[in-house]
């Protein structure tokens, strides 16, 4: 079936580097993209969301792109800090799927001091 | 967590016995949702609510039941509980404002069945 899926399940950054974290989609009808953090031994926390009819959104330190001709997401982290060290997921929707989503399997980014 | 709790946060519990875990939400979202989490399957949906006494199975809903008697409850019961139900669950809530579908997780459930 259709899915939302990440390229790397580990990505190791250096403290004040960027992050980039990878999605692909194969649902040509998603509508509306949304990356999550969650910390260890918590719950999933919105970081940004963006809808198809736009290719780019910024926010505090993180930038999302869609690409929507290659169905590929990536969420850009500005000068990656600890606190960032994490497992993004990235989630997808689609009217077909009501008010549910479908989420990816997730991409750990540890950050080195 | 956007004014979700979850209770009990920790459970272990003997195979074959029932077990109800708790949601509450504060915010008066109409939306909630069930979802397990295992390492290599993301989170993965048991069942969700579109409304008080109004619920539908999501991609991983055997040995799993809702109920939603008021708007701020969402009970999941696993009716006999199984070594393969061993999982993190996290309940979340949306309310669903125009196009946005975003959800809000609580702190999640560790349930241990031995």
């Known amino acids: 079936g259709e899915s939302v899926g990440l390229h790397l399940p580990t990505l190791s950054v250096q403290e004040g580097d960027n992050s980039i974290i990878n999605c692909a989609y194969s649902n040509s009808a998603s509508d509306y993209f949304i990356w999550y953090k969650q910390e260890s031994g918590k719950g999933p926390q919105f970081i940004i969301d963006?809808?198809?009819?736009?290719d780019k959104r910024q926010g505090q330190r993180v930038t999302v792109l869609l690409n929507k001709t290659v169905k590929h997401l990536s969420l850009q982290i500005a000068a990656t800090q600890p606190g960032d060290s994490a497992v993004y997921f990235c989630a997808d929707h689609s009217r077909a799927a009501g008010n549910k989503l479908t989420f990816g399997g997730g991409t750990r980014v540890l950050v080195k001091p | 967590d956007a004014g979700i709790t979850q209770s009990p946060r920790h459970k272990v519990t003997e195979t074959g016995t029932p077990v109800t875990l708790r949601c509450h939400q504060t915010?008066?979202?109409?939306?909630m949702y069930w979802y397990r989490q295992d390492p290599g399957h993301g989170l993965r949906l048991i069942h969700y609510s579109y409304g008080v006494k109004d619920t539908d199975k999501g991609e991983v809903s055997d040995g799993y039941s809702v109920s939603r008697s008021k708007t701020e409850d969402f009970l999941l019961t696993l009716e006999s509980a199984t070594s393969s139900q061993t999982s993190v669950y996290f309940c979340a809530i949306s309310g669903r404002t125009g196009s946005s579908y975003e959800q809000y997780f609580g702190p999640g459930t560790r349930l241990t069945v031995t």
């Open positions: 963006i809808r198809s009819n736009m």
């Open positions: 915010e008066n979202h109409r939306y």
